[in-house]
């Protein structure tokens, strides 16, 4: 048997109703703003991956295939041209853009290979030249549209045709592991090719002539500018306005 409910127990006070509570939202912009086609966007990047494209082309077809393709600026400008026409693509179909990691990773290996290029090795003894030969005018002509027109243009895609993608600081040092694997390649290469002239393809990282202790300083130093570079584009990719939304 149950025990009887007492009755003189008094009424609970009623709770106020009140709304339940509305828990902060945080979906990306890019996964409610749908992306627009732009035509114009699409047309200036496919351009510039023909003309990444037919430099290369031509330094290869000047100095051989195995030569061109091992150094950096060759290297950084065909990752550039893949990445380029992938956002072509994007802005074509229309998609969102690419992840700003990728896009900033590739804008500062070509910025880097042409600061390298003009700071470094333009005014060398003797003459700096990918193909080995020099002095012909088609391989000056793509010399000059590998580390002066298609970083520039890359650089005028970057700011004018690509949103802000708020790339964060941790991804500068992780920017650094290409360059990284880059000299560690470029060093192996060198010990296995003693007899040949093209042993060492930048004049700076020439250990038969400077030794490993001027060579290794002279990549930490390239390394602390390529972070400091990285550490610009960050920056500059959270200051910079968002481009007026327009069908281009």
């Known amino acids: 048997m149950t025990a009887p409910i007492p009755r003189d127990i008094p009424d609970l006070p009623a709770l106020p109703r009140t709304a339940p509570a509305v828990l902060p939202s945080y979906v990306p912009a890019r996964a409610v703003v749908p992306p627009v086609r732009r035509p114009l966007a699409a047309a200036y990047r496919l351009g510039l991956v023909l003309t990444a494209t037919a430099a290369v082309t031509t330094e290869i077809l000047l100095g051989g295939p195995a030569r061109v393709l091992s150094h950096f600026s060759i290297q ?14 994007r802005a074509w179909a229309p998609r969102h853009p690419l992840p700003g990691a990728l896009t900033g990773a590739t804008l500062l290996y070509v910025t880097m290979a042409a600061l390298v290029h003009h700071v470094l090795v333009a005014d060398a003894a003797p ?5 080995g030969s020099g002095g012909s005018w088609p391989e000056t002509l793509a010399a000059h549209t590998l580390h002066t027109v298609i970083p520039l243009a ?3 895609d970057w700011l004018v045709l690509s949103p802000p993608a708020r790339t964060h600081l941790r991804q500068a040092a992780t920017w650094l592991l290409y360059p990284l694997a880059y000299l560690a390649f470029t060093l192996t290469r060198g010990e296995l090719l003693p007899g040949s002239p093209a042993r060492y393809l930048y004049p700076f990282l020439d250990v038969a002539r400077h030794g490993y202790k001027d060579v290794l300083a002279n990549a930490l130093l390239l390394g602390l500018s390529f972070y400091a570079l990285a550490v610009l584009l960050v920056g500059l990719d959270h200051a910079r306005p968002h481009p007026v939304r327009r069908r281009w």
């Open 76 to 89: 950084s400008t065909i990752l550039l041209a893949l990445v380029t026409l992938a956002s072509a693509r």
């Open 127 to 131: 003459r700096f030249s990918i193909t």
């Open 154 to 156: 890359a650089l005028l």
